[in-house]
C-alpha cells in the first residue's frame, strides 16, 4: 500500500513537472514577449469631428496614432541574435473598443515586424470617419473615453509560425470639435 502511494506521489510529481516546463511555450507565455512601450507618445488623444480651417476643403480628420512596440525575451535574458530561431515577432492585427460606446469597435490588418530585443514603431487608425461625421452636432461638450487597444501577433521561428503573442494598451480620447487646429502637435 505504501508503495502504491509513493509511485502516484512519484506520478503525480513528474506531471507537475512536465506541465511547469510545458507552459514556457504557450499562447499566453512565449520565449518572447510583445509590448507596447507606447500609444500617441502616452498623450492623450483629440478627435476633431470636422476641420473647417480652410471653407474650400472641409474635411473631415482621420485618427491615426503612432504605436511603439518592443520585442523582449519572456525569460527577461539576453535578446536571441538575429537570424536564429524565435528572433522576431511579427504584430498582424489590432482591435480598438471605447468604454462608454462613442465609436464603434474598428479592427485592422497590421504587417509589423520587432526584433528581437529591438523596438519598432507603427500607425493605426482608431475610429471610423464615417461615425465621426454622424456624430457632428450632436455633441455638446466634450466626450472623453478610454480605448482599448488589443495587438495580437506571432514569433517568427525557424522555418515556421511560432506562438500567438498578445498585448493590450489604453489610450485617453476626447472626442470634439476643437476649433480647427491641429491640438494633437
Same mark, same amino acid.
Given at each position: /500500500?505504501?508503495? #502504491? ?5 512519484? /506520478? %503525480? ?6 506541465? !511547469? ?7 499566453? =507565455? ?30 473631415? &480628420? %482621420? ?6 512596440? =518592443?520585442?523582449? &525575451?519572456?525569460?527577461?535574458?539576453? &535578446? *536571441? ?9 511579427? *504584430? ?7 468604454? $462608454?460606446?462613442? !465609436? =464603434? &469597435?474598428?479592427?485592422?490588418? /497590421?504587417?509589423? *515586424?520587432?526584433?528581437?530585443? @529591438?523596438?519598432?514603431?507603427?500607425? +493605426?487608425?482608431?475610429? #471610423? ?7 457632428? @452636432?450632436? +455633441? ?12 495580437? @501577433?506571432? *514569433?517568427?521561428?525557424?522555418? #515556421? ?15 470634439? $470639435?476643437? @476649433?480647427?487646429? #491641429?491640438?494633437?502637435?
Amino acid at each position: /500500500m505504501k508503495w #502504491n502511494r509513493a509511485v502516484l506521489a512519484g /506520478m %503525480v510529481l513528474t506531471a507537475v513537472t512536465a506541465l !511547469f516546463f510545458i507552459s514556457g511555450c504557450t499562447s499566453t =507565455s512565449t520565449r518572447t514577449d510583445l509590448h507596447v512601450d507606447s500609444v500617441n507618445g502616452g498623450k492623450t488623444y483629440y478627435s476633431d469631428l470636422i476641420n473647417e480651417a480652410d471653407t474650400a476643403h472641409i474635411f473631415i &480628420p %482621420v485618427d491615426q496614432v503612432s504605436v511603439r512596440f =518592443s520585442n523582449v &525575451p519572456h525569460s527577461g535574458g539576453q &535578446p *536571441v541574435a538575429p537570424g536564429s530561431g524565435f528572433d522576431q515577432i511579427i *504584430v498582424d492585427h489590432y482591435t480598438v473598443t471605447y468604454d $462608454n460606446g462613442v !465609436f =464603434s &469597435p474598428i479592427s485592422g490588418g /497590421m504587417n509589423v *515586424v520587432v526584433p528581437s530585443g @529591438g523596438t519598432t514603431d507603427a500607425a +493605426i487608425t482608431i475610429s #471610423n470617419p464615417s461615425e465621426k461625421g454622424a456624430l457632428l @452636432g450632436t +455633441i455638446t461638450t466634450t466626450v472623453t473615453a478610454t480605448a482599448k487597444i488589443d495587438f495580437t @501577433g506571432w *514569433v517568427r521561428t525557424t522555418g #515556421n509560425d511560432g506562438d500567438r503573442v498578445y498585448a493590450t494598451a489604453y489610450l485617453t480620447v476626447q472626442v470634439d $470639435n476643437f @476649433g480647427d487646429s #491641429n491640438v494633437n502637435k
